[in-house]
């Protein structure tokens, strides 16, 4: 297969949603958010000049750091859940040695093509991880082929690590593209992506597509008797969301 040049997308696009939490106790964690309407063109314009990538992957920009700190994970965790239920977006709490592991492999293997159902077949997205920001970006396969680094993202997902020693946890936000994928959809690419990355068995693939490109064989990645469905990831990933 031919050898996938890198790229490095300048941040990743936030979609933002205008959704507020009903909840007085999960908003008294939550930063004051302006209204802004839930178009595919606003969405897009969400990105500020004046905001670098850096300041974006602060956990501080979507709550109150230091109020959170005075909680409990479990508390933490329970906040962070029900804040985005009303939000177009997913979200995670995951363990801190979970996501070490994460890291460390996303850090050697940043790029991936990812095999996702929809529309009773499949689509093939590409994704690269952007370790020193915590994040990691999604588009079509077929966009990042045709237009390389200006290829709008259809998702990203952005760890916040800000508690992780104090914790023990490291919160996940998801966000997409609703043009492209419904959260159904966003979801299991977030479960595939981290399930190559956690499973022992699938990682082989994602380290030769990074570091022996000539080798890769996407047909292998598909063939594999073992390749989930979505209510396979979403069985196997649960745990992901467990806090010890």
């Not at 008294?28 to 974006?56: G, I, K, V």
């Amino acid at each position: 297969s031919k050898k996938m040049r890198r790229i490095m997308w300048r941040s990743a696009t936030c979609f933002s949603s205008p959704s507020s939490l009903s909840s007085k106790t999960s908003s008294h964690f939550l930063r004051n958010r302006s209204t802004r309407t839930n178009t595919t063109s606003n969405r897009r314009q969400h990105r500020s000049a004046h905001t670098s990538p850096e300041e974006m992957a602060t956990l501080d920009r979507i709550v109150k750091t230091s109020l959170l700190e005075k909680e409990t994970p479990e508390k933490i965790t329970e906040i962070w859940l029900a804040h985005h239920k009303t939000k177009s977006c997913i979200s995670a709490v995951i363990p801190t040695e979970t996501f070490q592991k994460l890291k460390q492999r996303f850090t050697a293997c940043p790029m991936f093509v990812y095999p996702i159902p929809k529309d009773n077949g499949l689509i093939n997205l590409f994704g690269q991880s952007l370790a020193t920001l915590n994040r990691c970006i999604f588009t079509s396969l077929e966009w990042y082929q045709s237009r390389g680094p200006s290829a709008e993202p259809w998702m990203s997902m952005q760890y916040y690590t800000e508690l992780q020693d104090t914790k023990g946890i490291v919160l996940m936000r998801g966000e997409y593209d609703a043009t492209y994928l419904n959260v159904q959809e966003a979801q299991y690419v977030a479960n595939l992506w981290q399930l190559f990355l956690l499973d022992d068995s699938k990682y082989p693939h994602m380290h030769t597509f990074n570091h022996k490109p000539n080798e890769f064989n996407f047909d292998e990645v598909l063939g594999e008797s073992n390749i989930p469905t979505s209510s396979t990831i979403q069985e196997k990933s649960k745990s992901l969301t467990d806090v010890d």
